[in-house]
């Protein structure tokens, strides 16, 4: 059977794992399809592996499926040359192993299939055909994919196998990670945040004035809008509609069949499923369902039935269905319930499903809805028309009045019952009165001349708008004065920061010399702050991360650490306390320690591997990496 999934000689397909977690034994990778697109100037090739091409489009596609559009463009420039990397580096050690003959067996990739698409897999073989390849076709791959990606993972496995075969741990490794993991320390601390000198940073114009002048070029005034905008609200617009009821019954007798109602039921059923069963399985289930059945009509309570017996999400309902019209359900079930009177119960049910047992509880001819039935819901459909048309037909006659006469904005917004918003002159993008910011309007006044207008524009909060651009006021450097109160911030803020690092420095020195660490705060207006026992994966009250502090673990009672940049303070701590690791207790976990090691020098050594394997293919001519064609290709997405 399994030879419907031999792989053929063509261009291989394989899988990516994010940042590279092949390293780990628990892959996880991604699909990467190679559609062999050539080499045209559109679709230029990145790098090449042994004859195979990597083009630009087919890495954008993937790279664009894999971050799912989460990357920022900004960040394009560091996260998909990586992206290439790893392609490349994963390619190039596939291709050694072919060259060194590791390969994997039907048996071995279908074990690998297996595992990953277990629910299609029930007892190790696959179950439908026709299922798994339309699932897989939800995700954008076919079969003949997941085959050569089982293949591949197999392989790449094998290479990280025979890597984590030759690691060695030894028992002083195992005794330091033991110690570790379980020893603990504890530390007072001063904190010097920037924010506490503030008042001490104090520039001198002439510091101003000079920062200034060595910055100038950087300080401008940008463009500045002189606007109006006229806005129509919907909610406005809507209390002057009156809706008649000659209205509603025009749109009635104009819409009947929106009112027909089909014929429905109301059922409930007891599912007893079938898919993946064997034969006699089936014939079990079916042995059931007719006991069920035979109880029912002696006069067993159905939903209890339901309930105990049921294989639908129905069951809690006791296998109540709701009501439904025709051809909602399966084919076999359908004919069957519109087919019963209310409370008869049907004889066993066969479907793509199982067994069911079908009961009608209600049912519905199919008929005209009256007029007073849906009045209600129809003047609300009404109402929202009307709205809707005289917005638009208020919005169109506003714009052509504005287009005619721009400098009569106001005459124009009271005739139409618009609100006329006056901007003052303000940089693109800043926020308008009642508005706020709205990008719709910056759009669509940035390209606009003075005394002009801007189309309709259609607003959030179902408002309509037609922005008037009354001035353009170019953009200019800034005078000193203009932006003195910016510099000085930034002076301060600079100053602050130093002041900051010399005190935490002067603090440091003064407990290394036996100076008592209360006082030190106190003298400097600080406080000290007292952490409880804790480990090297563990946080630190105020601090965060004990790896922020790892000297606390190595270094003595007593001893003084920093100063530290953390969290943007500069820290100053002193250690109190440590407890080392109870190394009796060593044998319990001894074995799991030594997997663990074991694992991460594997991690380690395989990266190493793949490393050298790139390096040696690109030193034989069989890679070859396009850095230009990579870097054309962060452009253009960055402009996406």
């Given amino acids: 059977m399994f030879d419907l999934f031999r792989s053929s000689d063509k261009i291989k397909k394989y899988i990516l794992g994010g940042l590279l977690t092949l390293v780990a034994l628990s892959m996880v990778t991604y699909l990467i399809p190679n559609y062999n697109l050539g080499t045209t100037t559109s679709n230029p090739v990145v790098a090449e592996i042994g004859g195979q091409k990597i083009t630009a489009l087919e890495t954008q596609q993937l790279f664009q499926k894999y971050s799912s559009g989460r990357i920022p ?112 320390a504890k530390i007072q601390y001063i904190a010097f945040p920037p924010a506490k000198f503030r008042d001490q940073a104090k520039p001198t114009d002439q510091e101003e004035r000079a920062y200034y002048e060595s910055k100038k070029a950087t300080f401008t005034q940008p463009e500045k809008l002189a606007y109006q905008v006229a806005v129509l609200d919907q909610d406005k617009i809507a209390a002057t509609i009156n809706v008649t009821d000659e209205q509603l019954r025009a749109a009635y007798s104009s819409a009947l069949d929106n009112f027909r109602m089909p014929e429905r039921v109301h059922a409930r059923h007891i599912l007893l499923k079938t898919e993946g069963k064997s034969d006699a399985e089936k014939k079990a289930l079916l042995a059931k369902t007719e006991d069920l059945l035979k109880q029912l009509k002696n006069g067993a309570d159905f939903s209890e039935l339901a309930k105990k017996n049921s294989d639908d999400g129905s069951k809690d309902q006791g296998g109540d269905l709701g009501w439904f019209v025709k051809n909602q359900m399966v084919p076999e079930f359908d004919s069957v319930a519109f087919s019963l009177k209310p409370k008869e119960l049907s004889g066993v049910v066969t ?14 001819s199919a008929k005209l809805k009256p007029f007073e039935e849906v009045k209600d819901e129809l003047a609300k459909e009404v109402r929202a028309q009307s709205v ?29 019952g618009a609100e006329l918003i006056t901007v003052p002159p303000s ?214």
């Fill in 427 to 640: 940089p693109a993008g800043s926020a308008i009165p009642t508005l706020g910011v709205n990008p719709e309007i910056d759009s669509a006044i940035a390209p606009m001349k003075p005394d002009s207008v801007s189309e309709l524009l259609v607003l959030a909060n179902n408002r309509m708008a037609v922005a008037i651009l009354n001035s353009r006021t170019p953009g200019r450097p800034s005078d000193f004065n203009e932006v003195q109160a910016q510099i000085r911030d930034k002076l301060v803020t600079d100053k602050a920061a130093q002041i900051a690092a010399d005190r935490a420095k002067d603090a440091a020195e003064r407990l290394k010399k036996g100076g008592d660490i209360s006082q030190i705060a106190k003298s400097m207006q600080l406080e000290v702050t007292s952490s409880s026992m804790f480990g090297r994966t563990d946080s630190i009250e105020g601090l965060g991360p004990a790896a922020s502090l790892e000297d606390a673990f190595t270094a003595q009672v007593g001893a003084v650490l920093g100063p530290v940049p953390i969290q943007g303070r500069n820290i100053v701590a002193k250690v109190t306390e440590k407890s080392d690791a109870d190394m009796t207790a060593l044998l319990i976990e001894h074995d799991t320690l030594l997997a663990q090691l074991k694992q991460k020098k594997a991690q380690d050594r395989f990266a190493l591997l793949m490393d050298g394997i790139l390096a040696k293919l690109t030193s034989e001519g069989k890679v070859v990496v396009n850095q230009k064609e990579i870097q054309n290709m962060v452009a253009t997405m960055r402009q996406k």
């Fill in 73 to 184: 463009p900004e960040l394009m420039e560091i996260y998909l040359p990586q992206f290439v990397e790893q392609i490349i580096s994963q390619r190039s050690a596939l291709y050694e192993a072919n060259r060194l003959g590791i390969t994997a067996t039907d048996e071995e990739a279908l074990s690998n299939l297996v595992a990953t698409y277990p629910q299609f897999f029930p007892n190790g073989s696959l179950a439908s055909k026709d299922q798994f390849e339309a699932a897989l076709a939800q995700q954008g791959v076919t079969m003949q994919d997941v085959v050569e990606e089982a293949r591949n993972q197999v392989i790449l496995h094998k290479l990280q196998s025979a890597v984590l075969g030759s690691v060695v741990v030894t028992p002083k490794e195992i005794e330091d990670a033991f110690r570790q993991k379980y020893e603990r």
């Fill in 388 to 416: 809707t048309d005289k917005m638009q037909m208020l919005g169109e006659q506003m714009h052509a009045d504005l287009v005619k006469s721009p400098k009569n904005a106001a005459e124009v917004a009271k005739k139409y």
């Fill in 351 to 364: 479907s793509q499903f199982g067994y069911h047992i079908i009961q009608v509880l209600e049912k519905d």
